[in-house]
């Protein structure tokens, strides 16, 4: 049998060398190396406990902006982990939750607690129940993305081209982006005629999060023209926004345009067939 003589056979039977006592194979990254992506995350966790903090105790337009940039910095963060954990070959199933988790606090909840302190608290009732409606869409989005995007034992697939649903990074940028804009022009901390469009569009960005919207990933961008022309314009129509008014209001249009370009594709694209849909039953012979 085959397999027994594979057993017996020696340490040079496969044709390479093997490795050195106590040396593991060489192409399995070193345990220390997991620790680096996680670090990333638990910054980004920091960064959301930091703003929750500040937004719970703000009593000035500078208390909501600090606690604004601070889930800024923690996209940052959020955004290096994964890219680390790809470049280490580091990427787990433990990484993959510990990640959701992190952007459960720093996108989901955080946004939600300075928006209410800032704007939503004025509607009482409705102001509280906005604020919840969006930390839990910001829940439900992640456990879905958790479940597409598991693969064998639990571990991350690989990154597709579309991600159903409006990333809950971007929903919280889009409150993030009406703060600091807001305060960018001067405005006072979440005034009694602002609340009822940030209510409005708070509800708005968690029906996108949980919606079958397909937005893109850009997970499959490469060095080529079609990719220089899109960062050329990006790029152009955000300095001309910076120029003209201020460059808070380019974070608003860069995620408005993501939202659109979204939105715009899902009319144009037929409807996708769900990967666990069981095929046509062949019909009976004779």
Not at 108 to 113: C, F, H, K, Y
Not at 198 to 218: D, E, K, N
Request: proline share 8%; net charge positive; with cysteine.
């Amino acid at each position: 049998m085959e397999a027994p003589r594979a057993a017996a056979a020696g340490p040079g039977a496969t044709g390479r060398p093997a490795p050195a006592r106590g040396e593991g194979p060489r192409e399995r990254p070193r345990k220390t190396w997991y620790l680096l992506p996680n670090l990333i995350t638990l910054s980004s966790v920091f960064c959301g406990f930091d703003s929750l903090r500040r937004s719970a105790s703000a009593r000035s337009e500078d208390d909501f902006h600090r606690a604004a940039l601070l889930i800024v910095l923690a996209m940052l963060f959020d955004t290096l982990d994964g890219r680390v954990a790809r470049m280490t070959r580091t990427e787990s199933a433990f990484g993959l939750q510990l990640d959701s988790l992190a952007d459960l606090i720093s996108f989901g909840v955080a946004p939600s607690v300075l928006v209410y302190q800032w704007a939503l608290h004025r509607l009482d009732g409705l102001g509280v129940l906005g604020g919840f409606v969006f930390a839990a869409c910001g829940a439900i989005r992640l456990a879905r993305f958790n479940v597409l995007s598991a693969g064998e034992a639990g571990r991350p697939a690989v990154p597709p081209k579309y991600i159903v649903g409006f990333p809950v990074t971007g929903a919280a940028g889009v409150l993030v982006a009406i703060v600091l804009t807001h305060a960018a022009a001067d405005g006072q901390p979440g005034g009694a005629g602002v609340a009822p469009a940030v209510l409005a569009t708070t509800v708005l960005l968690s029906l996108l999060m949980v919606s079958t919207v397909r937005f893109r990933s850009f997970k499959d961008l490469r060095l080529d023209a079609r990719t220089a022309l899109l960062a050329a314009l990006a790029l152009g129509s955000s300095a001309i926004i910076s120029a003209r008014w201020q460059p808070a209001f380019v974070l608003v249009w860069l995620i408005s345009a993501y939202v659109l370009l979204g939105i715009a594709e899902s009319f144009r694209r037929p409807p996708a067939r769900p990967r666990d849909a069981a095929p046509p039953a062949a019909p009976p012979a004779g």
